[in-house]
């Protein structure tokens, strides 16, 4: 089963409109999870972890996700979309694997497109 | 202090070639993972050395090998090229494996 799933590879928003870019993730124990941001040719950037306590996460660039435990859920959000935010996001997830070491997945990826 | 430095930054190869790509981390991590990133398919894990050991691995064919030096240098190889080998390898260094990744800039294998 994966360990992270985003929904939606493209995802289209008005300059000035909320963003929600979606990321569930499958773990018996709370996880670690990150959120990424790959600009064109180049690598990828961290915009915010959880690892524990407050479950709302402020990052870099306006953007903040919500850990739900219930749901399963890392959701990233930005009030505001600004063009500068056009770029591949990815969530991430660091569980045990079966060897016994911590190993990090990331999801497929969600581009998102601002529209001027 | 310094990033992740990944050389070469471009590589041209021809099928059946082999080829070595080095990735240096931040100064003090112990970890280095490596990943392929295609248009095709996505991000996709490779190995994961942690203090010259391979901690964790994806699902490549054997063409593809890794190791680290004691520097907590990494490299990666790939033998026998193909023409799907074409891809962004990205290398990226934590502390520990489990926390925040710092990417470098990669290295874009074209194959012909």
């Known amino acids: 089963a994966q360990s992270v799933t985003q929904l939606g590879s493209h995802v289209s928003v008005s300059e000035g409109a909320l963003v929600l870019l979606r990321c569930n993730y499958s773990s018996s124990v709370p996880p670690y999870l990150f959120w990424y941001v790959q600009y064109p040719n180049q690598g990828l950037q961290l915009l915010l972890k959880?690892?524990?306590?407050?479950?709302l996460v402020k990052g870099i660039n306006g953007f903040e996700a919500e850990f739900k435990k219930s749901e399963t859920s890392f959701h990233l959000t930005k009030p505001s979309a600004h063009m500068s935010d056009a770029a591949e996001y990815f969530c991430a997830v660091s569980k045990m694997n079966s060897g016994g070491y911590q190993k990090v997945t990331f999801g497929t990826g969600t581009k998102l497109q601002v529209i001027p | 202090k310094a990033g992740v430095t990944q050389t070469p930054r471009y590589l041209i190869k021809t099928r059946g070639q082999q080829v070595t790509l080095s990735c240096s981390p931040i100064?003090?991590?112990?970890?280095v993972s490596w990943y392929q990133q295609t248009p095709g398919q996505g991000l996709q894990f490779l190995f994961e050395?942690?203090?010259?050991?391979?901690?964790n691995k994806g699902n490549f064919p054997g063409r593809f090998s890794g190791r680290q030096f004691s520097n907590s240098r990494s490299e990666m190889n790939v033998s026998t090229l193909e023409l799907g080998d074409s891809a962004l390898y990205l290398c990226?260094?934590?502390?520990?494996?489990?926390?925040?990744?710092?990417f470098g800039p990669g290295t874009r294998l074209t194959v012909l």
């Open positions: 959880y690892t524990t306590g407050a479950t």
């Open positions: 100064s003090g991590h112990r970890s």
């Open positions: 050395y942690f203090s010259e050991t391979q901690r």
């Open positions: 990226a260094s934590s502390w520990k494996g489990s926390d925040e990744q710092f």
